[in-house]
């Protein structure tokens, strides 16, 4: 067992990786009352495209990932999984991601019987030709319905604005053409590929003691059989530098406009901790430009150009990275016209020395803080160990970042070439 220590934020972690490959993250918060564990598996709606060992790549069916998740809540003998926590004072969920699916539970008791539960209903598929034609209905059913929801429209849409190949631009749950197309036995195929112990991680952090957590999963994993796996070959066409749009707009009835704009990075290559390094300073500089607290947000709120629901984001992977600005607002036209000219401007007076400062002590204030939240942790970590990086490292390059960083960040990313606009308008009348 390996003990990985970080003294600048007073956490221990404890780490194993079984023979079958499965690697194992404790993290004991002594004192905590909840405990909290995530069984992710590194595959999410973007892993269409694959092959294991040398094997010949196979193509499946955009949402596979998705309906796997759902399908894996299926017991055979018709048992609801669900039941079994709530029995058990815990609570479960499960998503799916552009790069990983998740199960969890968050309990305050019987966390053994909880894990064990988590890990075994993880690890006993059950698919017919019966069940799998029945959810195919209820996943349709849930697309159409996000299909009508404005504020998962603008967001898509801008995807599919700046993404010409990327699999990225695809809706997680697919289409209600691409689920028609699965079958069981492609998502055994898939299963049998991507829910391997070698590709997944069991993460449990709270009022846990490590070494009985990792001496109970072992016990478990031994009772069970896996043949080894190939190395996991992952295929995605060349992502053109351009993007695919300028503007894309949509009609559903909505109370107010909705828009977002989207800079794409038009090169990806970094990896691992550089990556994080990345979205590190891109956060700040975003939350420095466009945060509540600047006073260009305040400005826009004071012309009633946006509302509360304004907001930014930066997204990253090995294969694609972007900026997302937007929210509800009267006028997207002027909402865009501001944003250009404010991100011009900034280009060329760079960003305010003391808003820099405060900014940065308030994002290191609010990493600080999450530390005290199992979920956020939980999902943290496991987004980051995905990717190759190590989230408590994210303290050391919010502290290392400098002004000259963000500045140099600001150039390199804000290119009006690389800008993509969705919008969701009422139908004219």
Known sequence: MDVLNYPQVEET?????????????V????????????????????????AVGDESPIKVPDGIAHFLEHKMFEE????DIFATFSKQGAAANAYTSFDRTVYLFSATEKIDENLMTLINFVQRPHFTEQNVEKEKGIIAQEINMYNDNAD??????????????????????GTVESIYQIDKDLLYRCYNTFYHPSNMLLFVVGGVDAEHIIELVKQNQA???FAPLGEIKRFFEEEPRQIR?????????????KCMLGFKEPEVTKQGEELLRQEVTSKLMLDIMFGSSSSFYQSLYDQQLIFDSFGHEYNCSEQYAFSVIGGDTPDPDALIAEVRNYVENTLQAGI??????????????????MLN???????????????????????????ECTLEDVNARLKEHFDFDQLAVSIVVSPEK
């Open 223 to 225: 009772q069970k059989s």
């Open 373 to 399: 939240s199992p979920e956020a942790i939980a999902t943290e970590f496991t987004r980051y160990r995905f990717r190759n990086c190590d989230m408590f490292n994210v303290l050391k390059y919010y502290q």
């Open 76 to 79: 055979p003998d018709g048992h």
């Open 352 to 369: 305010d020395p003391e808003r820099f400062e405060r900014v940065k002590r308030k994002k290191i204030g609010n990493y600080l803080r």
């Open 27 to 50: 993290l004991p918060k002594p004192g905590f009352q909840k405990t909290y564990a995530t069984f992710a598996t590194k595959y999410g709606s973007i892993d269409n495209h694959f």
């Open 152 to 173: 998962w429209r603008v967001y898509y849409g801008l995807f599919e604005a700046l993404f010409q190949k990327h699999p990225i631009a695809v809706d997680i749950a």
């Open 13 to 25: 972690l404890y780490r194993e990786v079984l023979d079958n490959g499965l690697e194992i993250i």
């Open 245 to 257: 749009e300028q503007r894309k707009v949509k009609q559903l009835s909505v109370s107010l406009p």
